[in-house]
């Protein structure tokens, strides 16, 4: 399997950039919290619980693409990666 290097690129960005949404599990989570002071950092420990849900359903209904644009074209490129290996 060989794949082009900007696909590979591209791909890693968007990976990238998706990682950065402010919803747990995600690392944007993680860096919004370490900024909020003490008592928002409770809260937003509370929020955790339903940040995995509540992501699932963003993924599961395409209402990602709303928030966040990039998303939809690394749907796309794993789209078209899945083409070429699966034929």
């Not at 950092?41 to 990039?70: C, N, T």
């Amino acid at each position: 399997l060989t794949l082009p290097y900007p696909a590979i690129r591209w791909l890693n960005i968007i990976l990238a950039i998706f990682n950065l949404i402010p919803i747990p599990p995600l690392d944007g989570f993680w860096l919004l919290k370490s900024a909020l002071s003490v008592k928002l950092r409770i809260k937003a420990s509370q929020f955790h619980l339903i940040g995995m849900v509540m992501l699932f359903v963003l993924i599961r209904f395409d209402l990602v693409e709303y928030f966040f644009y990039p998303v939809h074209i690394m749907q796309d490129i794993i789209k078209y990666l899945a083409g070429l290996i699966l034929g």
